[in-house]
């Protein structure tokens, strides 16, 4: 049954629809009770409410034939409306009017002092925010800078300490001892290339010693001292080692090196590299390799077990000399050496002046000719020395012994990242400086840190950028 509400076409108001009539039919169809008004205003002529009600949806433009809220919004205002978010603005509830009661205007609760800078200090950090949050970054970058740092100095002072220690690391049982010659030798004067060698190859060894906690001995060889009767320039090496001996009485092993020498690998330690498994990284029978031919082992019948024997003993704690060999035999520009009794006879008999007198013209080598004298000769030498692979603590550059081409047991290889380099010779047609400056940099190439090999990536690739922009310009 439709129920419009259309109104009645017939005078007299009244529902169009039947049954919808109010009981105050005789009122022309209103629904509520008729009232004058005639006499409020003055006029004799009497306003029906219908009449008035009518007049009101003329004037807001509403037909007296449709019904209102017929557009969406219109349908949906008080939805909508109700569903906005509604704000409390100060948080007071006490107002009514927004000119009167100060609503959505900054109000300090109750007007204290306390309250009043709180809010301040509140707004202007939100107006500062930006500002404060970069200064805060910053200074909390700061503190974790120098906290790292201080943190990794310490880190590296107990690790210093720990690979130091003799019953830990054992690092103070080894002794670097470097010849340099800081004030000009004894046959001639340093150049500034001279200089340069020196200052590298001693920078080199200082941060290997401080890295594994080794003792570093210095040595100025070229100290005017007078032995005998002349200068014995290149055998004061045995009086060098014999000196440090001296100064370091808590120490077993002595490495010698030549100042012409560079360690390409500071990431292995004596112990690691050679030390801790010193039988299988040495050798006792010279016959695996033996440039010199030096018949091996001794025959004499009168001799014992050890020195008829190709490897002496055979035990590893009785290795008290470890000498590598090159093209032309023994090469001291690289060894090492214990201390005990054996080797204080040994530097005795090796710093005899009688065997200097009678045989320093015919040795062009000196000492290391002296040496292998001594070894040639002395079967108590021999059962107590072991020879160590070239390669192991003294490779050459492809120019030294290379009458024969790169020989794969003496020259140095990249690919086997060889522990040490030793420019041997170099002062004879080579170029010392060019050649410590190459190894010096492929060093550093080959033990970069992945920060470091990053930034090189990305420095590579900036310039295979800029090269193709630069042929065609």
């Given at each position: 049954m439709s129920l419009s509400r259309s109104p009645s076409p017939r005078p007299g108001g009244g529902w169009s629809t039947p049954g919808l009539n109010t009981p105050y039919g005789s009122m022309s169809g209103q629904s509520s009770p008729r009232k004058s008004y005639g006499n409020l205003n003055g006029s004799t002529s009497s306003v029906t409410w219908a009449s008035a009600k009518a007049k009101s949806d003329e004037i807001n433009g509403y037909p007296a034939f449709s019904t209102r809220n017929n557009g969406f919004f219109s349908?949906?205002?008080?939805?909508?409306s109700n569903s906005l978010p509604r704000?409390?603005?100060?948080?007071?509830?006490?107002y009514a009017e927004k000119e009167k009661l100060g609503r959505g205007r900054w109000f300090p609760d109750n007007g204290s002092k306390?309250?009043?800078?709180?809010?301040?200090?509140?707004?202007?950090?939100?107006?500062?925010?930006?500002?404060?949050?970069?200064?805060?970054?910053?200074?909390?970058?700061?503190?974790?800078?120098?906290?790292?740092?201080?943190?990794?100095?310490?880190?590296?002072?107990?690790?210093?300490?720990?690979?130091?220690?003799?019953?830990?690391?054992?690092?103070?049982?080894?002794?670097?001892?470097?010849?340099a010659?800081?004030?000009?030798?004894?046959?001639?004067?340093?150049?500034?290339?001279?200089?340069?060698?020196?200052?590298?190859?001693i920078k080199n060894k200082k941060k290997y010693a401080r890295k594994w906690g080794y003792q570093l001995e210095i040595a100025d060889v070229g100290t005017k001292k007078r032995y005998a009767h002349e200068w014995r320039e290149s055998w004061e090496k045995v009086d060098i080692i014999r000196n440090s001996m001296r100064k370091y009485p808590d120490a077993e092993w002595f490495w010698w090196l030549d100042l012409n020498t560079f360690i390409m690998e500071p990431s292995k330690s004596l112990q690691s590299h050679i030390f801790n498994q010193l039988s299988s990284n040495t050798y006792r029978d010279i016959n695996k390799y033996n440039p010199l031919k030096i018949p091996h082992p001794f025959t004499e019948p009168y001799l014992d077990k050890d020195s008829l024997s190709p490897i002496g003993d055979g035990k590893a704690n009785s290795i008290n000399l470890i000498i590598p060999q090159d093209c032309s035999g023994f090469n001291l520009g690289s060894f090492f050496v214990r201390r005990n009794s054996w080797t204080d006879r040994l530097l005795d008999i090796w710093w005899d002046p009688v065997s200097y007198e009678q045989k320093h013209m015919q040795w062009e080598h000196k000492e290391q000719d002296a040496l292998e004298h001594l070894y040639t000769s002395q079967p108590w030498i021999r059962s107590h020395t072991a020879f160590i692979q070239q390669r192991?603590?003294?490779?050459?550059?492809?120019?030294?012994?290379?009458?024969?081409?790169?020989?794969?047991?003496?020259?140095?290889?990249e690919q086997d990242r060889d522990f040490l380099v030793n420019m041997a010779g170099c002062e004879w047609g080579r170029d010392c400086w060019g050649e410590m400056y190459n190894y010096r940099e492929l060093s550093n190439k080959l033990n970069r840190t992945l920060w470091e090999k990053f930034k090189d990536w990305i420095s590579d690739t900036v310039k295979s950028t800029r090269k193709p922009k630069e042929k065609k310009d």
């Open positions: 349908r949906h205002y008080r939805s909508i704000f409390n603005v100060g948080g007071r509830r006490d306390f309250r009043r800078s709180r809010t301040c200090t509140g707004r202007f950090l939100r107006r500062m925010r930006l500002r404060v949050l970069i200064v805060l970054a910053f200074i909390t970058a700061a503190v974790l800078f120098y906290v790292t740092q201080s943190m990794l100095t310490t880190t590296t002072a107990a690790s210093r300490a720990y690979r130091r220690a003799s019953f830990l690391g054992g690092g103070s049982k080894f002794v670097i001892i470097l010849a010659n800081q004030g000009g030798g004894v046959m001639e004067w340093k150049g500034a290339r001279e200089w340069a060698i020196e200052r590298d190859s192991k603590i003294n490779s050459f550059p492809p120019g030294a012994c290379g009458d024969n081409g790169v020989d794969p047991k003496i020259h140095y290889k």
